[in-house]
Structure formats: structure tokens, C-alpha cells
């Protein structure tokens, strides 16, 4: 079991920048692959990035490429997505997902997620 608990969501302007954390409880979080996905109002669940356990491999969504870095610290138990230029359709709750493999590649995101975090707010003002 882990358990997954995000924060750092907030509310922000247009332009500004936010850094999301994730703790795992758990000695094997190490072992997990680690992904960000969010969920706009209306919508359905989108990836946004994810990194292989050993940080070696990310993924990025089309959309966050150049934007948002992924990065995680297995000392610390936590994973990181750092936000920069955010704009208004940013807007979401962000959940961070762990999973025993990252799966090959981007397509594939989609079955991602063996547990979820509870998500946190982000809010980017006009």
C-alpha cells in the first residue's frame, strides 16, 4: 500500500508559477513510477507528466512541455511538479498517481495509477 498526499496547490496569477509536492508514505516508494495528471471541471482526466522510479526517464504532455518539470527525491519520499507561465486553463485539481511500471510511452498513460492522491487545487486567475 501507499498512501499519496499532495499540496502546494493555490491560487495564482496568469504568468505565475507553483510547485506541487506529493508524499508517500512507505519504505518501497522508491520502487514506483510517478505520474501527474489533472482534472478540469467538465472534462475529462488529462497526464500532464511522469517519471520512472529511478529518475532517468519523463514524460511530458504536449501541452506542459517547456512549462512543468517533473522531478522526484526518494530520500524525501516525494515528487515534485514544478509549474511555470501558468495560464487560466491550468485550472484544476492535480493528482499525483504512483504505479509499479511506467509504461512505454505517453500513449499509454492512461492505465497509469495502481494508487491516487487525493488531489490539490489550482487555481490561475486572469
Known amino acids: 500500500q501507499v498512501q499519496l498526499v499532495e499540496s502546494g496547490g493555490g491560487l495564482v496569477q496568469a504568468g505565475g508559477s507553483l510547485r506541487l509536492s506529493c508524499a508517500a508514505s512507505?519504505?518501497?516508494?522508491?520502487?514506483?513510477?510517478m505520474g501527474w495528471f489533472l482534472h478540469a471541471p467538465a472534462k475529462e482526466r488529462e497526464f500532464v507528466a511522469a517519471i520512472n522510479w529511478s529518475d532517468t526517464k519523463t514524460y511530458y504532455a504536449d501541452s506542459a512541455k517547456g512549462r512543468v518539470t517533473v522531478s522526484r527525491d526518494n530520500a524525501k519520499h516525494t515528487v515534485y511538479l514544478q509549474m511555470n507561465s501558468l495560464k487560466p486553463e491550468d485550472t484544476a485539481v492535480y493528482y499525483c498517481?504512483?504505479?509499479?511500471?511506467?509504461?512505454?510511452?505517453?500513449?499509454?498513460?492512461?492505465?497509469?495509477?495502481?494508487?491516487w492522491g487525493q488531489g490539490t487545487q489550482v487555481t490561475v486567475s486572469s
Open positions: 498517481a504512483a504505479d509499479g511500471h511506467l509504461p512505454p510511452n505517453i500513449a499509454t498513460m492512461t492505465s497509469f495509477g495502481d494508487y
Open positions: 512507505g519504505r518501497t516508494f522508491r520502487r514506483y513510477a
